[in-house]
């Protein structure tokens, strides 16, 4: 291969991630502007970024210290009878050169004044997720609610107050919701959906179930 091959193969791949990174920020300017005219649809304040007080208030979840380059964006906030809800993109890297991976994930965060809730994540189970408890690897299944304990990994610090507080109602009632990831502490909890950023006209769909979520903790 000849020199002048060489620098046309090089200018290809430079033009092609130039466009790659106009298509991108096209792409993500569209998705701004249609989540800002949501914002202002249901009544919630649109920011570019996540406020930084409340990105002060998530720096305990779990979600918030997974992996590096951590960025919020596309945030709607809103606080309403004594209930703050906020949904905003977070995307994070995890891995380093060509196994380096960015996570992105359209995040719910509400917080209550009258919740009460242990410290806990849940999670889609998984196969591995089984395999790993056979080697003690914590699920907290319950025997009364077997499709739940199939369909998710719990874990936490404190399982006691954990069974205590995840009755058979709220445990049954949880089953509907497939393929969520729910984080929880004192007053506040976060969920999100497996496989990525929801699309603008999904996010009314994923606040509605944050909703839905609330009202099963406080019942």
């Excluded at 930084?52 to 918030?64: A, D, G, I, S």
């Excluded at 993109?89 to 380096?100: A, C, E, H, Q, V």
């Excluded at 996570?103 to 189970?125: A, G, I, K, N």
Aim: proline residues 3%.
């Amino acid at each position: 291969m000849g020199p002048e091959i060489g620098l046309y193969i090089v200018g290809g791949v430079i033009l092609l991630l130039i466009i790659g990174g106009i298509l991108t920020g096209i792409s993500n300017s569209k998705r701004s502007q249609k989540l800002e005219a949501l914002a202002n649809q249901l009544g919630f304040q649109y920011f570019s970024n996540h406020p930084p007080e409340q990105v002060n208030q998530l720096n305990t979840f779990e979600l918030m210290t997974r992996g590096r380059a951590r960025l919020f964006s596309n945030s709607l906030t809103r606080e309403n009878d004594g209930v703050q809800v906020a949904i905003f993109d977070y995307r994070y890297t995890t891995g380093s050169g060509k196994n380096s991976h960015t996570h992105h994930q359209t995040v719910v965060s509400m917080r209550s004044e009258d919740l009460r809730l242990p410290f806990f994540t849940m999670s889609p189970e998984n196969v591995m997720h089984r395999i790993a408890s056979a080697f003690g690897y914590q699920d907290i299944n319950f025997a009364e609610a077997p499709v739940f304990s199939k369909m998710f990994l719990l874990r936490g610090s404190e399982e006691a107050s954990i069974r205590e507080f995840m009755n058979v109602e709220r445990l049954h009632r949880l089953e509907a919701f497939r393929g969520i990831h729910l984080e929880a502490r004192g007053d506040r909890f976060l969920c999100w959906y497996t496989g990525g950023r929801r699309k603008p006209e999904e996010v009314e769909k994923l606040l509605q179930t944050a909703f839905e979520i609330l009202v099963i903790l406080r019942g």
